[in-house]
C-alpha cells in the first residue's frame, strides 16, 4: 500500500468525501469528491486541524477606531463587525 496524504482537495464548504450507503453490518460506504489522484490501496488521512489565529489588540483598537466611532459617533457597529469578520477570515484562510 501507498501512502496519499495530498489526493484530497476539500470542496468550497470543506467538505472531501460522504457517505452514500451504508452496508447491512451497518459499515458506512465513502465516496471521496474529488478521487482523481486516489489509487487503490492509498491509505487517506484527513487533513490537521489549523491552530485558529485571533486578532491582536492592536487590530482591534485599528479596526475600532476606523470603521467603529467614525467621526465622533458610534454608528459604525455593523461595519466594525464586518471588518473584524473580513479580517479573521484573512488571517484564518
Sequence with gaps: MTENKNAKTPTD???????YLFEKTGRPMVAWDNA???KL???LYAAPKRKWVALTDEEIYEYADKY???HGSN?????FGKAIEAKLKEKNA
Excluded: E, P, S, W
Aim: glycine share 14%; no cysteine.
Design 75 to 79: 454608528y459604525g457597529i455593523k461595519a
Design 41 to 43: 490501496g492509498d491509505r
Design 36 to 38: 482523481k489522484d486516489i
Design 13 to 19: 464548504d470543506g467538505h472531501v468525501a460522504h457517505v
Design 68 to 70: 467603529l466611532y467614525q
